[in-house]
């Protein structure tokens, strides 16, 4: 890669330490959970009230609207409403965490430094300027530069404790999303085999 040249030993580290960071929280799966959380949801709604979801049916297709068209239009439009309000949001969010995990990862008690955000800061401004972008430009699943930036420093590097409420509220949503979709997956097996 020709961009590797500008940076230092430290910093490609760190890029490296943020890759981690998504492997040690297990960020893949709990993106995955999340993705799939409407779905399930909405297969689970279809097998416990298959009467109400007709009704509505019925009621726009006394507008006009086809079953089709519903699908159609209803369809792309909840899941990129989803998209925007939800999944894209928790995505950057746990690209804030791998961000703080490189930072972490640069003192051997595992704690926010000074000297752990500067180096990930610098890979980050280096990165942007690789990519042809500014510290502004969005992206849909990753912060801005400056906003990834702010995260940290607002966390205040040398406070050993200060990342633990974002964190925890991560993991909540984690889990929050598994049981939802294990207890839904789970509604359908049961509905499914006839079992009541």
């Known amino acids: 890669m020709r961009c590797c040249s500008v940076f230092n030993d430290e910093e490609i580290e760190a890029v490296f330490a943020h890759e981690i960071g ?16 409407p779905v399930v949801l909405w297969l689970t709604l279809l097998a416990a009230f298959p009467q109400t979801i007709q009704r509505l049916s019925n009621v726009s297709a006394g507008w006009g609207v086809s079953t089709a068209v519903q699908t159609a239009l209803f369809v792309p439009l909840a899941m990129g409403i989803y998209a925007l309000a939800i999944f894209g949001p928790y995505s950057r969010r746990l ?37 042809g972008g500014g510290k502004r430009r969005f992206v849909w699943l990753h912060p801005t530069v400056e906003q990834r930036v702010d995260f940290l420093h607002e966390l205040g590097p040398d406070c050993p404790t200060a990342a633990l409420p974002f964190q925890r509220r991560l993991r909540t949503i984690a889990r929050l999303a598994a049981a939802v979709v294990l207890g839904a997956l789970g509604y359908l097996l049961v509905a499914g085999s006839g079992i009541s």
Do not use: Q
């Open 22 to 37: 998504h492997i040690r929280y297990h960020h893949l799966l709990e993106r995955g959970l999340v993705m799939v959380l």
């Open 95 to 131: 690209e804030l965490e791998a961000d703080l995990f490189a930072c972490l990862d640069a003192d051997p008690e595992g704690r926010l430094t000074s000297r752990g955000v500067a180096r990930f800061v610098g890979a980050l401004e280096k990165l942007a300027r690789a990519n």
